[in-house]
């Protein structure tokens, strides 16, 4: 049974920083690409970074600069490390494997950003 776990989120002022943690389990953590999403409130669900097998990695333009996606295969671990939040990063964040033919997701953890 494949399970993603994301843990970390939370209330945070404008400015901080959290610290996104997804465990995976009954996957070969190595082979697959690993990504984070998000999901406001009335909107669509966008990624926001993404690590390749190889360790390439990829943001979307209102994030670079301020979050860094990582991995540690020993851990089955990837990692969203967000700093300089904006009240515009708030949203449900979503842990996503992902190979060429198949993806699996986790439950979400929610982040929000407010004074």
Same mark, same amino acid.
């Given at each position: 049974q494949v *399970?993603?776990?994301e843990s970390g989120g939370g209330l945070v002022q404008p !400015? !901080? #920083?959290l610290r996104l943690s997804c =465990? =995976? #389990?009954g996957i070969l953590f190595s082979t697959y690409g690993m #990504?984070?999403?998000r *999901?406001?409130?009335g909107k669509q669900r966008e990624m926001v970074a993404q690590i390749f097998v190889g360790g390439t990695r990829i943001y979307v333009d209102s994030v670079k600069g301020r979050f860094t996606i990582s991995r540690d295969n020993a851990k089955n671990t990837v990692y969203l490390q967000m700093n300089s939040l904006k009240p515009e990063d708030t949203a449900a964040y979503y842990c996503n494997a992902f190979q060429t033919t198949r993806a699996y997701w986790g439950q979400g953890t929610q982040v929000t950003v407010s004074s």
């Open positions: *399970q993603l776990v !400015g !901080g #920083s =465990a =995976a #389990s #990504s984070w999403y *999901q406001a409130p």
